[in-house]
């Protein structure tokens, strides 16, 4: 395992412990892969899977921990689904840009209502200044977070 690696799994480790219980008894496969994006996650029936891109190497670890807890949202969300529905919408995911959005939009809100608003409102500054959509407004971000705290 390269040091890239080793530097993901312990971040993911204490994010795990701290963010996501759900997560801490299950088996999470961290690769690294030459791709256009930045992670990727996905939920085979044997275990959980982030492949994070090289693109990663070399970022400030902030970046590197708010990309890893949005993922670790997306496979809180899937483990909630089930392995066959988390399947047939990767299908769907595939072929549809609004539903796309969609899945984006639910691991935003799901980081911020686990306490990391202020870390979407920076992955949405980031995604605008590299020309990519963010599914969140500042001001609904901002709104969730102001909500999220009342509780």
Not at 1 to 28: A, C, Q, T, V
Request: contains cysteine; charged residues 35%.
């Amino acid at each position: 395992m390269n040091s890239y690696l080793r530097g993901y799994e312990k971040i993911l480790g204490r994010l795990i412990k701290k963010s996501f219980p759900r997560l801490k008894d299950k088996k999470i496969y961290l690769k690294e892969k030459d791709a256009p994006w930045r992670a990727h996650v996905s939920y085979f029936p044997w275990g959980l899977r982030i492949l994070m891109s090289y693109k990663l190497r070399g970022l400030p670890k902030k970046i590197t921990k708010r990309v890893l807890i949005h993922e670790l949202c997306h496979l809180e969300i899937f483990l909630k689904w089930g392995v066959i529905r988390t399947n047939l919408n990767f299908i769907i995911y595939l072929f549809s840009k609004p539903y796309r959005k969609d899945l984006e939009r639910e691991a935003n809100m799901l980081m911020i209502k686990k306490g990391y608003g202020k870390l979407a409102l920076d992955a949405r500054k980031d995604n605008l200044k590299r020309g990519i959509d963010y599914p969140l407004s500042e001001k609904e971000i901002k709104g969730y977070i102001k909500e999220n705290n009342k509780r």
